[in-house]
């Protein structure tokens, strides 16, 4: 008994036990803050298919290996949530040099989108295409999304997603068409003119509120006729023209009437 009280006496006991906690602390750290799995695991012929659409699509301004040139930003490190919204909304390959890239009908199906993806993401690390858990509107709240939309998204998109206008040509796109996915890497890796929203800003459920506050704009006008969305511009020129014309009518009416 004494000696084994002496062994746990030894004076590398505190050391051990403390490398002991550190390993047990990280252990327990990463597997609360991991991501969860998001896109496909990529195979090997998806990344040789991607890289032949790369070369053939996509490398003139881009570089043969994504470095980019005069032309085109390098991809390395983008990601493949930025390839995948980038295509699959038809922004990219780009119809012609322009102020920026316009949404038009994808050049890729969805195979060849993720085959892209799966390239670019090879060549380093970037945000992931994300699971349909992570996009799905069901999951999130739309008051939440609401405030965080109105608060980040709102003076660029218009309150309910509508779209407006910003400088030098450019122009912060309506959301209508955009999916839940695309929203997410929209938010994550921040297209154009657009900032980066990463997890610090806003997290995977407050992106989830986003999604849901855009995907409830697109069922009904609550408030009768929609004038366009576009908020108190429409609104005011109805007022002027529709409001304050009646009164007008209505008074000249009323004079002719009393002479």
Known sequence: MKA???????????????????????????????????A?????EEIEEGEALFRSNCSTCHGLNAQGTDLAPSL???????VHFQVSTGRMPMANNSPQAERKDPMMDEEQTYALAAYVAALGPGPAIPSAQ???????????GMELF????????????????????????????????????AL???????????????????????IAYVMEQRE????????????????????WIVGIGGLIGLAVWIGARSS
């Open 188 to 210: 994550r890796t921040g297209p154009q003119s657009m900032p980066v929203f990463n997890e610090a800003a806003i997290t995977d459920q407050g992106a989830r509120d986003v």
């Open 134 to 144: 992570q996009v799905n509107p069901e999951e999130g709240n739309a008051a939440s």
């Open 76 to 82: 390395v490190g983008v990601g493949a949530a930025s």
């Open 220 to 239: 009904v006008d609550p408030g009768g006729i929609s004038l366009g969305n576009l908020g108190p511009v429409s609104e005011g020129f109805w007022v």
């Open 4 to 38: 084994l009280a002496a062994s746990r006496r030894h004076r590398l006991a505190p050391v051990i036990l403390l490398l002991l906690a550190l390993i047990l602390t990280g252990v327990a750290y990463s597997a609360v803050t991991s991501e969860p799995a998001t």
């Open 40 to 44: 496909q695991t990529a195979s090997q």
């Open 150 to 185: 109105r608060a980040n998204c709102s003076m660029c998109h218009n309150a309910v997603g509508a779209g407006g206008a910003l400088t030098e040509g450019k122009v912060a796109p309506p959301l209508d068409e955009a999916t839940p996915t695309q929203i997410w890497e």
